[in-house]
């Protein structure tokens, strides 16, 4: 009984993230920078811009931009195929890994090869528990939970993904 327990708590921890934040431009990058992180893995739809919306907004690119001139190296990491990321990412001149399954590691493994960067030195940005936070978790990354950018745009497993989520909440209720 009582490794069952721990297994399942085990598990609940690698659902919670290391930082929250509303949106990716709340992430204080000089902070980030003095900690030793020198790269970035971000999901894409709901993390970025919103699943309806194809290209990088102004305000994202400018960011990305200042991302580029503080030296942080960056790759996105979605499930999603390769029409939707190559869209986006390619014009931006962005490494990118479709179709990535995650949470599974060989997605994570991927990304930090494209990176050229050890774990310790990598930031995952995502919004969702079960993908982004648990894989970047389980990999040793620095997770950040974002928080959805449209919700009512998702699609069925995500929705049920964050049905998932809110259980999560109430369990890590004093965590959050």
């Known amino acids: ?14 659902l919670v993230p290391r930082q929250q934040i509303a949106t990716i431009y709340e992430l204080v990058l000089t902070e980030l920078w003095e900690r030793g992180i020198r790269g970035i893995i971000t999901d894409l739809d709901n993390t970025l811009v919103s699943a309806k919306t194809p290209l990088a907004t102004p305000e994202l690119i400018k960011w990305l931009d200042e991302l580029q001139r503080l030296g942080f190296k ?13 869209k986006f990412a390619a014009p931006l001149g962005i490494p990118f890994v479709y179709g990535a399954r995650k ?39 620095y997770t950040v939970l974002v928080q959805p950018i449209a919700v009512a745009e998702e699609g069925l497993f995500t929705r049920v993904n964050r049905q998932i989520e809110k259980l999560v909440r109430r369990f890590h209720k004093n965590a959050w």
């Open 74 to 86: 960056v790759v996105v990491l979605s499930n999603n195929g390769e029409a939707r990321v190559s």
């Open 1 to 14: 009984m009582y490794y069952e327990v721990f297994e399942v708590n085990g598990l609940l921890n690698k």
């Open 103 to 141: 949470p599974q590691h060989a997605a994570f493994r991927r990304a930090l090869a494209i990176l050229e960067l050890e774990p310790e030195q990598v930031v995952v940005l995502g919004d969702q528990l079960l993908t982004d936070v648990l894989g970047g978790n389980r990999f040793g990354l």
